[in-house]
Every structure is written in C-alpha cells, then in structure tokens.
C-alpha cells in the first residue's frame, strides 16, 4: 500500500470514493483526475509518517482541488488526440492512408500523456509537500475527530449528486450551522 499502512489505505480511499459518488459514471473508465488526489495523499501521509485522521484531513483537503487541475490536463490531452484523429480522417479521404501511421499518433499520444501529467503530479507533489509542512505544525489537533466523520462528510457529496435545489441548500445550510457550532465552541 502506499502509505505504508493497509487501514490508512482504505480510509483515504473510501473517503475519495464517497466524495466523488457520481462524478464519474458507473461502467466507464477512471481518468487520473479522480486518482490523483488518492495517491497523492497516500503518498504525502507515508512522507510526513501521518496517522491520525485530524493531522490527513490536511491532506485531503489539500489534494482535493489539484482533481481539477488533472482533469484540465487530461481535457488537454484528448484534444490533441481529437486532431490526430480529423489528420487521419483527412488523410484517408484523400486516399493517402499510407502517409499517415496511427501508431505514431498513438505512440506519441501516449508519452505526451505520460510526460504531461508525470511531470505535472511531481510539480503538484513537491508543492503540496512545501505547504504542509508549514501547516502541519501550526494546525490545531482535532482529537475528536476520527474517521466516521470524515465518511460522513465526504458522503455529503451523495447528496450533491441529487441534482434537487433543496438539498444543495438544506446541504449548504447545515453545514454553515455545524461550521458555525464549532467555531463557537459548542459542539464537540
């Protein structure tokens, strides 16, 4: 396992999973937005030695918006596919079949691919590592929390995926309400 810990493994997993509950459809393939924030923070928990949930919601919290980042690299990436594709479209039509190779496209798709986002994952990983080794220490310790709560909120985004106006806002509301709880200090 990544992190070094089979249980850690599972919770991080389990936890991106249930935050990502419909974004990506049942039956299709897993583009590496939805992997990297898993691995990512695998690997950033066996770097710093994490253990407790309150220290690894630094990092998921922290590797969640970079999904984003991937995501616009793979977009990027099937771009460029698409063009190869219109050239061999156009290439056959003019009868010239044998002046266009596919498996060039296909080859040099896949190291464009590997490059981009090899070298993008590194890029996000160093930085991600800078900054939480300045939060870590200046975070306050969560004691109370552990990873049932974490579940919980991750499978909020279960609710999201209802697509229904009310529970985007009855969502929103409760949150704002237990946020606001703890910031009093009168829950947990």
């Not at 030695?49 to 977009?75: F, H, K, N, R, Y």
């Not at 596919?102 to 590997?114: D, M, R, T, W």
């Amino acid at each position: 396992m990544w992190s070094g810990s089979v249980t850690t493994s599972l919770a991080v997993a389990l936890f991106f999973e249930l935050l990502w509950l419909d974004t990506i459809p049942v039956g299709t393939f897993i583009p590496p937005a939805a992997l990297f924030p898993t691995i990512a923070s695998l690997i950033l928990i066996k770097l710093f030695g994490l253990i407790q949930p309150s220290e690894i919601l630094v990092v998921l919290m922290a590797t969640m918006p970079w999904a984003a980042c991937m995501a616009w690299l793979d977009t990027r990436q099937r771009l460029n596919q698409n063009k190869a594709f219109n050239r061999l479209v156009l290439s056959t039509r003019r009868g010239g079949i044998r002046s266009f190779a596919p498996e060039i496209s296909i080859h040099k798709g896949i190291f464009y691919a590997l490059i981009r986002h090899g070298f993008a994952s590194l890029a996000i990983l160093c930085l991600l590592a800078m900054l939480i080794s300045y939060v870590l220490p200046v975070m306050p310790r969560l004691t109370w929390l552990s990873w049932p709560y974490l579940w919980l909120a991750a499978s909020l985004g279960g609710v999201a995926a209802m697509r229904f106006r009310y529970s985007y806002l009855f969502l929103t509301t409760g949150v704002a309400g237990v946020a606001t709880l703890v910031w009093l200090g009168l829950f947990l």
